[in-house]
T-cell receptor
Framework: AQSVTQLGSHVSVSEGALVLLRCNYS??????LFWYVQYPNQGLQLLLK??????LVKGINGFEAEFKKSETSFHLTKPSAHMSDAAEYFC?????????????FGQGTTLQVKP | EPEVTQTPSHQVTQMGQEVILRCVPI?????FYWYRQILGQKVEFLVS????????KSEIFDDQFSVERPDGSNFTLKIRSTKLEDSAMYFC???????????FGPGTRLTVT
């Protein structure tokens, strides 16, 4: 069965500092991988996705993530944090061999950005 | 830009009552989903729906839950007899195919008292 582990339920960085949110997955076949962001009282917005093209994926708002098969990781990074990046971030996996496309989510990481 | 919409945004109901949560997926999408998020917890898959039938459901999706696509635009989740533990945010999502990202609605917050 697929699973996703996000290391660190809360991450705090200073404005302008590097953002690193960690995600490790477990899957019997290379999966599709996603990062979603959830702002307070809002739904989930896709940041970026990996579906087997380039291993370094660029998303919206300056975020990017690198798929590392050997480490079963898909960590999310941003070189310089903005106050507006404060939100909940979810890593999710989808089984590419499945015809249902369901997403399995990690526990989420709350990003706090300090001025 | 097309978006998934959900109504109501907040529903308060008494234990044992039936509720119907409504979603309008993006018009050219073919796959539909319901997820839920209990406060402070992760987003959990409930059910997927394709070609007018359930394609997969989780252990959470027991006989108290049902889904329906009554017309060409709406996608509903019904809970027949709500329990306190059904209190959560319910998200609807859709996409064109499993190789594409899912688009999520803003959610319905269900409070069971």
């Amino acid at each position: 069965a697929q699973s996703v582990t996000q290391l660190g339920s809360h991450v705090s960085v200073s404005e302008g500092a590097l953002v690193l949110l960690r995600c490790n997955y477990s899957s019997s076949v290379p999966p599709y991988l996603f990062w979603y962001v959830q702002y307070p009282n809002q739904g989930l917005q896709l940041l970026l996705k990996y579906t087997s093209a380039a291993t370094l994926v660029k998303g919206i708002n300056g975020f990017e993530a690198e798929f590392k098969k050997s480490e079963t990781s898909f960590h999310l990074t941003k070189p310089s944090a903005h106050m507006s990046d404060a939100a909940e971030y979810f890593c999710a996996v989808s089984d590419r061999s499945s015809n249902t496309g369901k997403l399995i989510f990690g526990q989420g990481t709350t990003l706090q950005v300090k001025p | 830009e097309p978006e998934v919409t959900q109504t109501p945004s907040h529903q308060v109901t008494q234990m044992g009552q039936e509720v119907i949560l409504r979603c309008v997926p993006i018009s050219n999408h073919l796959y539909f989903y319901w997820y839920r998020q209990i406060l402070g917890q992760k987003v959990e898959f409930l059910v997927s729906f394709y070609n007018n039938e359930i394609s997969e459901k989780s252990e959470i999706f027991d006989d108290q839950f049902s889904v329906e696509r009554p017309d060409g635009s709406n996608f509903t989740l019904k809970i027949r007899s709500t329990k306190l533990e059904d209190s959560a945010m319910y998200f609807c999502a859709s996409h064109r195919s499993p190789t594409y990202e899912q688009y999520f609605g803003p959610g319905t917050r269900l409070t069971v008292t």
